[in-house]
């Protein structure tokens, strides 16, 4: 059985380079393929249910947090994903992935809100990532908030305050 490290870094290789290793690849070498790339969504899923655990039993957070982070992280990944920007959570190179992620966020139509809970989601997420080695940086440490519209105060007039 391979380390655990060397098995990520193929996983990423063949997830990077698919349809070039496809058409080196003969039938039984993509069995092998298709088993690691199998093994990566595993991978990913299981650190996905152990930053879930972290949220539970360290961070105490409430089950809607935790609802609500582990369902922004999966969103992320299958951004990821469906947009090929990186083979898994853990193989991001550049900030401008997290960027690019918030603006298509923006142009779908998502509150200010809904972003921001989405980037401190994200925030932990890679935090919890950086505390258990698996990656080197934190990208969205560096992504910004999105302002968020403020309401002015209501004020009550003289006659109200005179019938309080």
Known sequence: MLPSGITHKLIDFYSANEEFISSLLDDSELLI????LKK???AEKDLIKKFEDYLYVIKNYSKYTVTGYIKDVEDFAKYL????LAPNLTTIKRSRTCSFYVSELVNKGYVGKSINR????????YNYLLKEGLVDINYFKEVENVKTPKKLPTFVDEVDMVSI
């Open 33 to 36: 393929y298709e088993y690691l």
């Open 40 to 42: 990566g969504e595993t």
């Open 81 to 84: 994903r469906d947009n090929k």
């Open 118 to 125: 989405k980037i401190s989601s994200l925030r932990t997420f």
